[in-house]
Each structure stands twice: as structure tokens, then as C-alpha cells.
């Protein structure tokens, strides 16, 4: 049923109601009109009678009553007269045949009439003394008629006025309802697809803004429609939507391209048998099931990892992250893909690549502490040799200068092959770190021993001014101090030695002492 015709049926149905209700006042006001206009003549008639009756009843004059009956019973609606004496017997009538003797029942109302005739009566007294009485009977058929005809023509009325009635709510329903026959036709239309459908719309009246209100709203609607699209199409992971009966809504190119299906071919189909490896389908039933069920899973709003499957039967990983959505109190299931083959090639060169490093790092190590070992081991035989030497008497001052200085770079020779046992230990972490005190001046003239014999002018360490020792930490002793000076200085002193001069360029460095707060500078 319309709008229209409920409208229609709706006006028609207050309307006859309206009308009843008119009607049965109407015929009730007629007939406690007349009801009472026939109490009133009743009563009058009856008081006449009395009055012209009381004498002859007195006298019991029969002939004077017969004579005010025969003229009373010619008014017209006047059914009968009669006149009883005292004893109840009838001493003069006309009209309708009634019995002889005993009082007629008196009707109170109208409504109580069940013979066509108002029945009344009224005691004929003198001085208190009842001496007889009057009763007639007035026809009610004049009412009844009355009543009828009222009723026959309010009928008529009122038929016609529900046909008009009808007529002018088909008109009014038709009027009020094109708009909204309008809006019905332009939702049905955009429940079609057909989205930005326009209705024309004239007036200011609320149906007029209500059509407005919805133009607006196709044209938004349309446009969010056409954003999501857009989304979806050039998004450069894979959009896949499923139903709660796990079958494919949604396919955007990009899952195109990654499977090899096109959408049409996939939407309608079941998600497990396009897409899911035929050893994980089992597992996204029973996980489908549970979800339908408690409204819980462990993949929805989480990141996961697992292997899909391309429409040729190969199998790729891939990362997905599933969000659920209820429309109509129904779920609906949208998984983003993105496929990490590439990236999982990736991570398993570097994983690979890390461990080739490792095992290059450790067979340095290896290598390291061998050749080290190998290279102290006839060093320490010609430190201990030099020893020897020096402990003989007939050298001369110049030899045993040469032996010092060969002394003092065979041990730099030894401090070196044990810093490379130490970048060995470093590797494996286990270098000790230790706190030493050392002679500065001592480690300098170390440091800068060699054929050219070039000092510093650097304070001895009786000297007032000069540190009596310096303090470092954390360094392993006097010898990782000394690794640090001789860098700075292999890079800024360089000698050309021989027959050519030799040419010093120099470089500063400031080391502090921490006994009396200054800085001594080799330049």
C-alpha cells in the first residue's frame, strides 16, 4: 500500500468517524427534541381534559363525557381518550380499544414506548378527593417517521461528503506525495548505482528541503564513492574484501596484478580456493567459524606473515593485516596484502651476508693471533740476542747506541704485535683495561728514537715545573699510551733521510697533567 493511498484511506476513515459521530448527535438532539415537545402536549391535553371532565365525572354526566372524547380523540397524533371514575371503571373513551377497566401503564420517556403510542394519564381531584381520571395515548409514528427520514438523508450526506471527501484526498495525497514519489523513485535509482542522481525540486515548503537535503547527499555520497574507488584502485597493496560466507567482494588492480586473476572472474568466489594454499584453507575455516561465533581471532588488527597463492598454484609470502567492518549487523572482512618476496630475498642475503662477515671476522682473528704468534717468536729470539749483546764489554759508546735503539724498536715491534692481539681480543671482548703510571719524558724519548736522533725540549723529571708522572685511564699501561703518541707524530714528522737534509714539519698536541692542572706542549 502507498503512502498515497494510506493518506487517502486515513483522511476517509477520521472523515466517516467525524461523520458518524454528527449523525448520532444529530438523531439523538431530534429525538430528545421531540421526546420532550411530546411530554409537554401530553401534559397539556391532559390538564384541558381534566378541567373540561371534571363536572360531568363529578356528576357522572356519560353523555357530557361522551361528548369530550368524540371531540378530543379528532386531534390529530391523538390515538385514544378515556375517562375512569374513581373505581377505575371507564366512563367514556374513543380512540383505540382498550380494556374496560385498570389503568393503562404510563411511559416515562420516549424511549420506553413499545407500542407506537405515549401513554400519560392525570387524576381528576376536587378538594384533594380523587373523583376520576383522564388517559391518552399520543401516537409516536410522526417521531419515528421523523427520525427515519433524518437518518435516511444524514446518510446520503454523509456518503456523499466520504465520495468528496475521497476525491479531494486523492488530489490532496497526489499533491503532498510527488515529492515524495520523487525521492522514492531517486533512492531506488541510487540503490541501483546510478549515484549524483539529482531531483528537481520547486517550492520552499519542508518536502522541497527535504529534496534539496538529498541531492546534497547523493552528490556527497557519489563523490565518497568516487574517493574510495580512487583509493582502492591505485593503492600499491593488495585490497581484498570477503563476506561472512568468505566469499571475494572486492579485488583492486593491484590484487590483479600480484595473483593474476581479474576481478571479475574472483568476485562471488570463495577466498580459500583463489588465494589461500590448499595446506592453510582447513585452518581459515575453522578461524572463520570462531570469529562468526565468540567474535574473536588472532590475525584480526595484527600484522602478520604467512604464504598465499598466485592463480597459477605458486606459492609467495606475503604480509597482511585484516580489519573487520559490520554493515547491516553483518561482517565484513578487508585484508591488506602486500607481497614480500623481494623483501624476504632480501633479509635472507643480509642474514647470509652477516654471517659470511662473522666468519670472515673470526678467520681474521684467527689469522691475527697466528701470524702474530709467529712473527714474537723469533722477535723475542732477537730482542733476547741484542740483550746478549749489550752486556759485552768492548763495544763502543756509538754500538751501544745502536743496540739501544735496536732494542727500543724491537720492543715498539712487540708492543705492536701485541696491540694486534689485543684488536683480537677486542673482537671477542674480553681486552682488560688497566691504570699504570709512567715517566712522560721516558715515553717520549722513546716514542721519538730513531737514526736522526731529533729531541723536544721537554722537562726533565727532576725539573720544578715538570709532572713527576702522568696518570691514564683507562689504558692498558705506558705501551697503549705510547700507541697513541706515536700516531699523531707518524703523521706529522716526516724525514727524509741520507745524504739529502732532512726536513721537519711539525704538529701540536697538548697532553694534560692532572697533579698540576697544566699542559705541556711537544711541537
Not at 591505485?234 to 595473483?259: H, V
Not at 580459500?272 to 584480526?300: C, D, N
Not at 682488560?432 to 726533565?460: N, Q, Y
Request: proline letters at 3%; charged letters at 20%; a neutral charge.
Amino acid at each position: 500500500m502507498t503512502f498515497r493511498q494510506k493518506t487517502i484511506i486515513g483522511v476517509a476513515v477520521i472523515e466517516a468517524l467525524l461523520l458518524l459521530l454528527l449523525i448520532w448527535t444529530g438523531i439523538h438532539y431530534l429525538r430528545t427534541t421531540n421526546q420532550s415537545e411530546l411530554i409537554k402536549r401530553s401534559s397539556a391535553t391532559l390538564t384541558l381534559l381534566a378541567r373540561a371532565s371534571r363536572d360531568a365525572v363529578l356528576t357522572t354526566d356519560i353523555a357530557t363525557l361522551e361528548d369530550i372524547v368524540s371531540s378530543a380523540i379528532v386531534t390529530p397524533g391523538l390515538r385514544y381518550v378515556r375517562i375512569l371514575d374513581a373505581d377505575g371503571l371507564v366512563l367514556a373513551q374513543a380512540g383505540a380499544r382498550l380494556p374496560a377497566t385498570g389503568r393503562v401503564e404510563q411511559d416515562l420517556d420516549y424511549t420506553s414506548v413499545d407500542d407506537g403510542s405515549f401513554d400519560s394519564g392525570v387524576d381528576i381531584r376536587e378538594s384533594n378527593t380523587r373523583y376520576g381520571r383522564v388517559e391518552i395515548g399520543l401516537s409516536t409514528a410522526h417521531i419515528e417517521e421523523m427520525v427515519s427520514d433524518a437518518r435516511r438523508k444524514a446518510a446520503a450526506i454523509a456518503m456523499l461528503e466520504m465520495v468528496l471527501v475521497a476525491l479531494f484526498s486523492l488530489a490532496l495525497g497526489t499533491y503532498l506525495t510527488r515529492q515524495l514519489s520523487s525521492l522514492s523513485k531517486a533512492s531506488r535509482r541510487i540503490s541501483e548505482g546510478k549515484l549524483g542522481y539529482q531531483l528537481p525540486v520547486k517550492g520552499t515548503d519542508e518536502l522541497a528541503t527535504t529534496a534539496r537535503a538529498f541531492n546534497q547527499m547523493s552528490l556527497r555520497l557519489q563523490e565518497d564513492i568516487e574517493l574510495e574507488k580512487s583509493i582502492i584502485q591505485s593503492a600499491l597493496d593488495c585490497i581484498i574484501a570477503m563476506d561472512q560466507q568468505g566469499r571475494i567482494t572486492e579485488f583492486n588492480p593491484m590484487a590483479e596484478k600480484t595473483f593474476g586473476y581479474s576481478r571479475k572472474d574472483v568476485i562471488g568466489r570463495p577466498l580459500a580456493e583463489a588465494i589461500i594454499p590448499p595446506a592453510q584453507r582447513e585452518a581459515h575455516h575453522v578461524g572463520l567459524k570462531h570469529f562468526l561465533a565468540t567474535g574473536e581471532s588472532p590475525i584480526i588488527g595484527k600484522h602478520v606473515q604467512l604464504s598465499a597463492m598466485r592463480s597459477d598454484g605458486t606459492e609467495f609470502p606475503v604480509e597482511m593485516a585484516v580489519n573487520v567492518t559490520r554493515l547491516q549487523e553483518k561482517p565484513l572482512f578487508t585484508a591488506y596484502l602486500r607481497d614480500i618476496t623481494d623483501r624476504s630475498e632480501y633479509e635472507r642475503t643480509l642474514k647470509q651476508a652477516k654471517k659470511d662477515a662473522e666468519q670472515a671476522t673470526h678467520a681474521k682473528s684467527i689469522f691475527l693471533a697466528n701470524m702474530s704468534h709467529e712473527i714474537r717468536t723469533p722477535l723475542n729470539a732477537v730482542l733476547g740476542l741484542l740483550g746478549l749483546l749489550s752486556e759485552e764489554d768492548n763495544l763502543t759508546s756509538q754500538q751501544q747506541a745502536w743496540i739501544k735503539t735496536a732494542q727500543s724498536a724491537g720492543g715498539v715491534l712487540l708492543n705492536l704485535i701485541n696491540d694486534t692481539l689485543d684488536f683480537s681480543k677486542l673482537d671477542a671482548g674480553k681486552l682488560d683495561l688497566e691504570t699504570s703510571s709512567f715517566s712522560l719524558k721516558t715515553l717520549l724519548d722513546t716514542t721519538l728514537a730513531d737514526e736522526t736522533s731529533i729531541t723536544l725540549p721537554v722537562p726533565s723529571d727532576n725539573s720544578d715545573t715538570a709532572p713527576s708522572g702522568i696518570s691514564v685511564t683507562p689504558m692498558p699501561g705506558a705501551v697503549r699510551f705510547l700507541t697513541i703518541c706515536s700516531q699523531p707524530l707518524g703523521y706529522s714528522i716526516r724525514l727524509v733521510c741520507g745524504i739529502r737534509p732532512c726536513s721537519i714539519y711539525t704538529s701540536r698536541f697538548f697532553i694534560s697533567s692532572r697533579s698540576r692542572e697544566r699542559s705541556w706542549a711537544c711541537s
